[in-house]
């Protein structure tokens, strides 16, 4: 699976989009972007995916760039409970493995 | 839908003991779990992968005999640490793929465990 990057860290205010970048330039074909977010002492929370098209969820738009070698994971109105550490995975369709990178721990201030 | 369950959600236990952790898929089947071990501060780092009815494949570096998985049914893993030492201390989460759709994973809330 192709290897990602993030910023360590991030603040935004709340009511404020939040835009959190990846880098995936080594990105093949058919590896799709993830996004996950983990809370302070809880377990991982799926938030979106896609392959190349942009997509939206109740939780969270996923824009990826058209060389794919990008994508911003964007939550529109940024509340408190969205602190927490936001991880962005590629791999392949049918690998069943999560590879997790240190992500972006996002700060929402009051 | 899509709920993993984990329990305990905290142990403490002293050293030389063993402990079980058991993953629970709550409304769905799940022919494959996995087991991530997360030290503070630290990222997600994958020890096995579990396969009902079969054995667990094991990541590069996770001793076998000392995390003992357990796969016995569609809707339950176990995982043993035998013989904890402190440096066993850690917080262990599962995540179990639903078998009726497309390789999604969910996650357990995750079990603390603290050796003394």
């Known amino acids: 699976d192709a290897k990602t990057t993030q910023p360590p860290s991030m603040d935004c205010a709340e009511g404020r989009a939040a835009n959190l970048p990846c880098n995936h330039s080594?990105?093949?074909?058919?590896?799709?972007v993830y996004w996950y977010r983990q809370i302070h002492s809880q377990g991982p929370q799926y938030i979106i995916h896609g392959l190349k098209n942009n997509e939206t969820n109740e939780m969270a738009s996923l824009i990826i760039t058209e060389d794919r070698k990008s994508s911003t994971l964007i939550l529109p109105h940024a509340t408190l409970r969205d602190t927490a550490v936001y991880y962005c995975?590629?791999?392949?369709?049918?690998?069943?493995?999560?590879?997790f990178g240190t992500g972006t721990r996002l700060t929402i201030i009051p | 839908g899509a709920v993993v369950s984990q329990h305990p959600s905290w142990v403490i236990c002293k050293s030389g003991t063993s402990v079980k952790i058991e993953c629970r898929s709550l409304?769905?089947?799940?022919?494959?779990m996995f087991w991530y071990r997360q030290f503070p501060k630290q990222s997600l780092m994958l020890m096995a992968t579990?396969?009902?009815?079969?054995?667990?494949?094991?990541e590069q570096g996770v001793e076998k005999d000392k995390f003992l998985i357990n796969h016995a049914s569609l809707t339950l893993s176990t995982l043993t640490v035998t013989s904890a030492h402190p440096e066993d201390s850690s917080f262990y989460i599962c995540?179990?793929?639903?078998?009726?759709?497309?390789?999604?994973?969910?996650f357990g809330p995750g079990t603390r465990l603290t050796v003394t």
């Open positions: 995975i590629v791999r392949y369709f049918g690998n069943e493995k999560l590879t």
């Open positions: 995540s179990a793929r639903d078998s009726g759709s497309s390789y999604e994973q969910y």
């Open positions: 579990s396969n009902e009815g079969s054995k667990a494949t094991y």
């Open positions: 080594t990105i093949s074909g058919n590896e799709y």
């Open positions: 409304d769905f089947q799940a022919t494959t």
